[in-house]
């Protein structure tokens, strides 16, 4: 089982940066699909997350800013992400929602100067 996040980067607050979660070895089309980050010094939490029909959630911080979107002919899941601010600096990964401990990879570092 793989979960390969990639995208992050450093930008400027207002920036803008997509991140894409390439999956091999689970059955993509039947797994609600996750982004978490964990910033410094806080504990991981949920971004956004993308169920199986397409419909999402995503966490009032980064409502209108963030937006999930699922590919499952290409088992990807991405996050597009527009106006970013310093408080969205982490590292970002993507799992199953709810999350398989055994299944966080290394994540997508992403920096939000200001």
């Known amino acids: 089982v793989q979960l390969q996040a990639s995208g992050g980067g450093l930008v400027q607050t207002g920036g803008s940066l997509r991140l894409s979660c390439a999956t091999s070895?689970?059955?993509?089309?039947?797994?609600?699909m996750g982004w978490y980050r964990q910033g410094p010094g806080k504990q991981r939490e949920v971004v956004a997350t993308i169920d199986t029909d397409g419909s999402t959630y995503v966490v009032d911080s980064v409502k209108g800013r963030f937006t999930i979107s699922r590919n499952d002919a290409v088992r990807t899941v991405s996050l597009r992400m527009v106006n970013l601010q310093p408080d969205d600096t982490a590292v970002y990964y993507c799992n199953q929602s709810p999350p398989i401990a055994s299944r966080w990879g290394q994540g997508t570092q992403v920096t939000v100067s200001s």
């Open positions: 070895g689970i059955d993509f089309s039947l797994r609600r």
